[in-house]
């Protein structure tokens, strides 16, 4: 490999052809500061559009300030990041930027988690010269039912335009006009509800300020909870207590379910469940539903459905009735963990505890933002009333706890409540990707073989690559497994179900890069994919501390079938716990 | 956005795939592909971005944001008879800006604009190489020199009827 010798800030460095100054000089652990660049290494984003000029830096002998970000290193090159000729630069920079910036500060969702606030700390604005902008933002808001875009916000980083179309091959987001009009939106600036947005939250998650940012439902769920007359229950996600922690300056990769547990009970929750209770009865139905189409498919059945998709996830829902309206019925039936505890605990459990689904609350603690989505639409409500009433992100969690002056890093671990609290290491590694397609292999072996599976683990269904495929034995029987994280690593085996061309029996998709524990509603990571690492890893370690590991031994699970559902893929069960899916694939309307 | 609403017939969507293939359906060639849709439709509706993205493998959103970057692309469709004032610094120094300001005034459009019975439409443009003329103001393929606002009326009057 070809290298090249430079000076930076006096100090000599030998790098690959090719390496910018940015990535030479953080080698040398120089943090030249950046604000439109960001780079997830594990998962192989990068955004450089060489855009916002934060990170110029001086060349002995060029006339003007070089980028960093997209300047190549030369041999011989002599660069200073830091003089105060580039001081100099980075400031008015800075200034021009925030010229065009609204000043609330004070009430944007995003202050104190936000990275141009950040960068106007540590270049020491105090005065914005050149102001010709309102304090508070004049265009119009787009509120769907996840997401707020507030355009006055947005700094051109083009970050979330990458994640849109790069990561994710949506296409909701482009920029548009040019100068001072300049903005990122959906085509004819419509809002997101009427593009091809599939609400992952991926372009929130890398959004530097308050431009793009969740809908807050906390304040629905605290009304709830002041409510005498109602009865709310909560449930969380298996990927929040891996990531909660961090909110609270925990190092990231640190379990807190104990925690996560009490801060619940502490805020008035009556029944604090786990979402992970609703994951093992997914896999008892999606697996069920596997082995039927898989067991078909033997006898010689034509025109059975294969591979079987994984359902779990509400951004991937969206994404294939929006492109590939044609395969929707090859995606399992199976409603996501979510909306299956939904449907349960307003109907087993207000039973039990003999109380009508309008007297009782059920919230959601998820990582994600299209499951606000996916919670509003209209096939998961009962006469208007929904399943799930509210669903807000681990963000939004630790913002309640705050407010509600929990001391969390000094809580005492609790456990969750009964009987939709208990849970198995399956249910937990829905949270990774690759995670559900191994739950669902724990409990379809057994079934299918009648053998008991001595190592639960499954290596080759784990890692970060953005497909994978497996085949495992099934007693004689092959069975070839796929995954993809990530939109356009989904769209790769997509392409090939349409063409025909698929081996595959089963493929899990998580819309969101590393699985639940990257989701869109996960405490930032500014660009740090170590910390998804982390998250993964805890994961796997939550699994291995449960005392069961396949969901079909869940005590609890074995005890909902005998009361009140039957068995798995029953009619009761159709009903309450599986869905169908639509066309949103826009037309064009031809005139007659 | 544009407001207008329409409905593509069989043959504007057979134009349209005709204009597509001429470039392969290459996205690479979409502002290739946008320069001879509007030669054809004499603007580029949200129709109309829709099927040429479709047709490129595009995103709608990416489309739309090359025809709002360059200028010379619109989405509104030019009056019957399209209204150009020089702006160029010969024009401009010799008062096109406040021919202009009177021609909006008349209207009651902005430059970029068209007017609701579809006549006029208004643009602003850079030298059209007659300084000798300026001010200069161009109605279809007329060409009006040393035009004064009090002239605007006039002009306008042309085209009555």
């Known amino acids: 490999m070809e290298t090249v010798k430079l000076t930076i800030d006096n100090k000599q460095i030998e790098v690959q052809r090719g390496t910018t100054i940015l990535k030479a000089a953080r080698e040398m652990g120089i943090d030249i500061p950046t604000l439109c660049y960001m780079e997830l290494h594990d998962l192989n984003i990068e955004n450089k559009p060489g855009g916002c000029r934060i990170c110029v830096v001086e060349v002995q002998g060029r006339r003007n300030l070089v980028p960093a970000c997209i300047t190549k290193c030369e041999e011989g090159m002599v660069v200073r990041t830091h003089n105060p000729r580039v001081l100099n630069a980075r400031r008015i920079v800075m200034e021009f930027i925030l010229s065009d910036h609204p000043k609330d500060c004070l009430t944007c969702a995003k202050s104190g988690h936000c990275d141009l606030q950040n960068m106007a700390v540590r270049l020491g604005i105090r005065d914005i010269p050149n102001q010709d902008i309102s304090a508070m933002s004049t265009y119009r808001l787009d509120t769907s039912p996840s997401i707020i875009r507030d355009l006055d916000k947005c700094i051109m980083c083009r970050r979330c335009e990458m994640m849109c179309n790069e990561v994710q091959t949506v296409g909701a987001l482009s920029a548009f006009k040019r100068g001072f009009m300049a903005a990122v939106a959906p085509a004819f600036e419509q809002n997101l509800e009427h593009s091809p947005c599939t609400y992952c939250g991926q372009c929130v998650a890398v959004c530097p300020t308050g431009a793009l940012t969740e809908v807050d439902n906390t304040p629905q769920v605290l009304r709830a909870l002041a409510d005498p007359s109602k009865t709310v229950v909560v449930q969380t996600a298996p990927a929040v207590r891996a990531a909660l922690g961090e909110e609270f300056g925990m190092a990231p990769g640190t379990l807190v379910t104990g925690k996560m547990v009490a801060a619940l009970k502490a805020l008035g929750f009556d029944y604090v469940f786990d979402t992970d209770f609703a994951a093992d009865l997914t896999i008892m139905e999606e697996g069920t539903e596997l082995l039927g189409r898989v067991g078909k498919f033997l006898k010689g059945d034509k025109d059975v459905k294969l591979p079987i998709l994984t359902s779990c996830c509400p951004g991937w829902v969206n994404f294939f009735e929006h492109n590939y309206p044609e395969l929707k019925d090859v995606p399992s039936t199976a409603k996501s963990p979510q909306q299956m505890f939904g449907a349960i605990a307003k109907s087993y459990f207000a039973e039990k505890i003999n109380i009508k689904r309008e007297d009782m609350v059920v919230v959601s603690v998820m990582p994600c933002l299209a499951k606000k989505y996916e919670s509003q639409r209209e096939e998961f409500s009962v006469n208007g009333n929904p399943d799930v009433d509210f669903s807000i992100s681990t963000r939004e969690l630790a913002a309640f706890i705050k407010q509600a002056n929990i001391d969390f890093n000094n809580l005492s671990d609790e456990e969750f409540d009964r009987p939709l609290g208990e849970s198995t290491g399956a249910a937990v590694i829905f949270g990774n990707t690759g995670g559900v397609i191994e739950a669902a292999v724990r409990t379809a072996y057994e079934i299918y073989t009648g053998k008991k599976l001595e190592k639960v683990e499954y290596e080759q269904l784990r890692g970060m690559e953005g497909v994978r495929s497996a085949t495992i034995d099934f007693n004689g029987l092959p069975l070839n497994i796929g995954i993809a994280h990530g939109l356009s690593n989904a769209r790769k085996l997509l392409d090939d179900v349409k063409a025909g061309k698929s081996n595959f029996h089963a493929i899990e998709v998580m819309a969101c890069p590393g699985g639940c524990i990257g989701g869109g509603g996960q405490p930032l990571h500014h660009g740090d994919s170590s910390i998804l690492k982390a998250r993964a890893k805890a994961i796997y370690e939550e699994d291995v501390n449960k005392p069961i590991r396949k969901s079909h031994e869940n005590p609890y699970i074995k005890q909902l079938y005998e009361e009140f559902l039957g068995e798995p893929n029953s009619e009761k069960a159709h009903h309450l716990l599986h869905t169908h899916y639509f066309d949103k694939k826009k037309k064009i309307i031809v005139k007659q | ?161």
């Not at chain 2, 030669?39 to 959103?61: K, T, W």
């Open chain 2, 1 to 161: 956005m544009s407001s207008i609403k329409i409905e593509l017939r069989k043959e504007d969507i057979d134009k349209i795939h005709e204009i597509c293939a001429s470039f392969n359906n290459d996205p690479i060639e979409l502002i290739n592909v946008l320069h001879k849709s509007q030669e054809h439709f004499g603007y580029l509706p949200a129709e109309v971005q829709e099927v040429i993205a479709e047709r490129l493998n595009l995103s709608v959103a990416k489309v739309y944001g090359v025809v709002t970057f360059y200028s010379f692309f619109t989405m509104t469709p030019h009056g019957k008879y399209p209204i150009s004032i020089c702006m160029g610094t010969a024009c401009y120094v010799r008062g096109a800006e406040k021919v202009l300001d009177e021609f909006k005034k008349e209207l009651g459009i902005q430059v970029g604009q068209t007017t609701a019975d579809g006549k006029f439409s208004l643009s602003s443009l850079r030298c059209v190489g007659a300084c000798g003329l300026a001010p200069v103001v161009l109605v279809g393929g007329k060409t009006y020199g040393r035009v004064a606002p009090d002239d605007v009326k006039n002009i306008l009057k042309e085209y009555e009827g």
